[in-house]
């Protein structure tokens, strides 16, 4: 059976969705003001094993994973760049899309925007007051009333005298606590605004998701995930608005991936280490960058340098390399006891670390089968290679395609696919005229290039280093 790490109770739970056979699940996704980092890969990418393990387990899942498109950040972006709003995060969300949709990552089956929810935003606000857990300044801003919910703290495990007002939270002197957090913010001059009971003003950070939410998935739902930055205290003061608002229960577990840290130094654009998915691709292949965050378990720390970058490469290369000239049937139903070690691992909060263990040994009895002369079992093997590296997103280009792009740029080298098969052909024939000189002479050519040749019976291939 499933288990999964609520971030909430501290430890592992048999999952067990709210309505059988369901599951909703609700993922912060980016602020649109940048390029997204390699952080927010990692979100996008452990979210997307996810909803994938899920389906694949049966599970009718219902993925939602928002934008927010209003933000101090968004209007000191615009006003620096002179453009409008609208404009500089309708480019960003399109920067998004392209480099999640190049990891393999599958579109949320909602994406909902906060400047498209604000009657739902000004609901739940209403609802606040209402209850008496919000109340407005004298500045005009909407707060709510953090010491009034007695369970706040119970996601960071911090007591209130130790908690902190977030860095995204401003401190006013007209709050009745400095705890408390905006969920309305007064209209300023030259920024965007909405009308409200309360005055033209625009949301806070917060509310914004608690809106989204339940307007998707409804006021009681499965799972809630993002990074582990986002635990206190945007996800704690979720937990509290959503829970004064409705009086019942929010989220049944809560889900958190770990920090990414830069050649174990965490990352920050202060300290110059900070990569865009843009800049990694640059270098290495898509499929690289997704083997590379899978190898290691969604909940501890992933440190990023170019030497894990290589040897997830190097991994990666020899999985394509082993299924090579397989003719490999396409779609293979999985065979139940072949996969189980992979579905327990699986199943042990998405264990992808022991997952892959279970392939690199499936990988092994494939390679033992192809020396032996066994064709037929290294076939059906790799079969089975292939349909469980589905379920987790890899191993679905055909070979030659991954392994002739692996350098992420197929011109790399100075030469082209086309070129490059042109000095093949040529040093074949040369080898076939015993004109020994010019055939290791081409394959110094490419060599130099990049290019490694590999050698048998039926031909040769190449592909790049």
Known sequence: ??????????????FKPIVPGKVGIYVCGMTVYDLCHIGHARVMVVFDLVTRYLRDRGFDVNYVR????????????????????KKLTGRFIEAMHEDIDRLGVLRPDHE??????MDGILSLIGKLIENGYAYQTKSGDI????????????????????????A????????????????????????PSWPSEWGDGRPGWHIECSAMSMETLGEHFDIHGGGQDLRFPHHENEIAQSECATGHHFVNLWMHNGFVRIDDEKMSKSLNNFFTIRDVLDAYHPEILRYFIINSHYRSPLNYSDETLDQSKASLESYYLTLDGLDLEKDAVLDTEISAPFITAMDDDFNTPGALSVLSVLRRD??????????NKARFLGGQLKAMGAIIGLFQLRPIEFLRGISGDN???????AEVDTLVEERTRARADKKWARGDEIRDVLKQAGIVLDDSASGTRWRRE
């Open 143 to 166: 707060c709510f009333r953090v010491r009034k919910f007695e369970q706040y703290g119970q996601l960071s495990g911090e007591s209130l005298d130790n908690l902190q007002v977030g």
């Open 1 to 14: 059976m499933l288990q999964i790490y609520n971030s909430l109770t501290r430890k592992k739970e048999k």
């Open 66 to 85: 928002n934008i927010t498109d209003i933000d101090d950040k968004i209007i000191a972006r615009a006003k620096e760049n002179g453009e409008s709003i």
């Open 112 to 117: 909902p925007r906060a400047t498209r929810h």
């Open 411 to 417: 011109d790399s080298g100075g030469l082209a696919d």
């Open 366 to 375: 494939i390679n033992t089968a192809r020396q032996s002369g066994k064709v």
């Open 168 to 191: 995204r939270v401003d401190v006013e002197t007209s709050k009745d606590d400095p705890l408390d957090f905006v969920l309305w913010k007064q209209a300023k001059p030259g920024e």
